[in-house]
T-cell receptor, first 114, second 111 residues
């Protein structure tokens, strides 16, 4: 009974490169959320997706960031032309397709920008 | 400012004692969730309490919700060293599934 799987666990990129973070939700979960956590802070919402649809991207920076959740395969958070300020832990969560259900989190991807 | 704010920011107690953490929020909510995060790991879901509920229990955990005061508390009884972690409350609004997190309480259990 696998939980939410994120990979890679650690990712190092140089400024200007692209970062691709992957998230496979729990089996049976069709809702995926991405959050970002800076050191010593709480998580900040970025984007909420259902299969093939972006439902809420109000927390996502307008430039360089994009997310998808295709019909087949994991959800992808893509950061283009990374900058030092993108260094953070990025967490993915998934939930069942009904309201008032808990979100289950993966162990995150720690992104470091050199 | 944070929708959820935990109090205290840090708490150290002796093993076996009870730990109480509080959370305040600003807007109407659909539910409130408590999570635990160990250093360098993801969040582990502890309890979800709906806006029409006042109290929930799960093992050594007890959560209360007071919607009139827009506050919640998490009580951990008979604490253990393994309870050392950061604890976050997160709120969900009606018609909006995203969670808004507080800054967390760092709990240290002293053996």
């Amino acid at each position: 009974n696998a939980g939410v799987m994120q990979n890679p666990r650690h990712l190092v990129r140089r400024r200007g490169q692209e970062a691709r973070l992957r998230c496979s939700p729990m089996k049976g979960h069709s809702h995926v959320y991405w959050y970002r956590q800076l050191p010593e802070e709480g998580l900040k919402f970025m984007v909420y997706l259902q299969k093939e649809n972006i439902i809420d991207e109000s927390g996502m920076p307008k430039e360089r960031f994009s997310a998808e959740f295709p019909k087949e395969g994991p959800s992808i958070l893509r950061i283009q032309q990374v900058v030092r300020g993108d260094s953070a832990a990025y967490f993915c969560a998934s939930s069942l397709s009904v309201s008032n259900q808990p979100q289950h989190f993966g162990d995150g991807t720690r992104l470091s920008i050199l | 400012s944070q929708q959820g704010e935990e109090d205290p920011q840090a708490l150290s107690i002796q093993e076996g004692e009870n730990a109480t953490m509080n959370c305040s929020y600003k807007t109407s909510i659909n539910n409130l969730q408590w999570y635990r995060q160990n250093s360098g790991r993801g969040l582990v879901h502890l309890i979800l309490i709906r806006s029409n509920e006042r109290e929930k229990h799960s093992g050594r955990l007890r959560v209360t919700l007071d919607t009139s005061k827009k506050s919640s508390s998490l009580l951990i009884t008979a604490s253990r060293a393994a309870d050392t972690a950061s604890y976050f409350c997160a709120t969900s609004n009606f018609g909006n599934e995203k969670l808004t997190f507080g800054t967390g309480t760092r709990l240290t259990i002293i053996p």
